[in-house]
């Protein structure tokens, strides 16, 4: 039982490249989510599903797409990568909603776009 | 919109010292409060919750209750080892149950 697993770890980009981070969970959670970290700032969330084939914005969506065509992977693209998007990304899943359940949380992903 | 302020760090402590770490929020309705907690190079991982006024949540020595009339979450913890060196983090989840907003964090250094 992995849990929570993201790839790549690193990645370094430059201005306008895009690429796909890749979130995957074996715990047969409902719900998926992207968080961005930044200093001071905590986490953010940038988008969320909810089941399979669902997606929906969070607080910063802007810049970022999402798919959910499997119930194990949550995927977040960047078309055009800016440096406002250097960060560090987290992946989180959850059996249930926020309210109540405790989400689980992937190693996490740091993005440097020059 | 749902907001949550913690105390800024880095906290930093001598082993069995005392820990607070306070966190506040805004919310309406009545949200679900959390800590979590990030060790250096990992994801978050729950410390302890709690979903209605008045709980207190407890794990590892680590205790918060839940004060509705102050909204408040503060963390404690009776006497930190140096292995609870970490940044905690407050949040609260939204009635919908859909989204966690977080608090900045609070990095803690414990000094053997």
């Known amino acids: 039982n992995a849990g929570v697993t993201q790839t790549p770890k690193f990645r370094v980009l430059k201005t306008g490249q895009s690429m796909t981070l890749l979130c995957a969970q074996d715990?047969?959670?409902?719900?998926m989510y992207w968080y961005r970290q930044d200093p001071g700032m905590g986490l953010r969330l940038i988008h969320y599903s909810v089941g399979e084939g669902t997606t929906a914005k969070g607080e910063v969506p802007d810049g970022y797409n999402v798919s959910r065509l499997k119930k194990q992977n949550f995927l977040l693209g960047l078309e055009s990568a800016a440096p406002s998007q250097t960060s560090v990304y987290f992946c989180?899943?959850?059996?249930?909603?926020?309210?109540?359940?405790?989400?689980?949380f992937g190693p996490g992903t740091r993005l440097t776009v020059l | 919109g749902n907001s949550v302020t913690q105390m800024e760090g880095p906290v930093t402590l001598s082993e069995e010292a005392f820990l607070t770490i306070n966190c506040t929020y805004t919310a309406t309705g009545y949200p679900s409060l959390f800590w979590y907690v990030q060790y250096p190079g990992e994801g978050l991982q729950l410390l302890l919750k709690?979903?209605?006024?008045?709980d207190k949540g407890s794990n590892k020595g680590f205790e918060a209750t839940y004060r509705k009339e102050t909204t408040s979450f503060h963390l404690e913890k009776g006497s930190v080892q140096v292995s609870d060196s970490a940044v905690y983090f407050c949040?609260?989840?939204?009635?919908?149950?859909?989204?966690?907003?977080f608090g900045g964090g609070t990095r803690l250094m414990v000094k053997p």
């Open positions: 989180a899943s959850s059996y249930s909603g926020a309210a109540l359940d405790t989400q689980y």
């Open positions: 949040a609260l989840g939204n009635n919908a149950g859909n989204m966690l907003t």
């Open positions: 715990m047969n959670h409902e719900y």
């Open positions: 709690a979903t209605k006024a008045d």
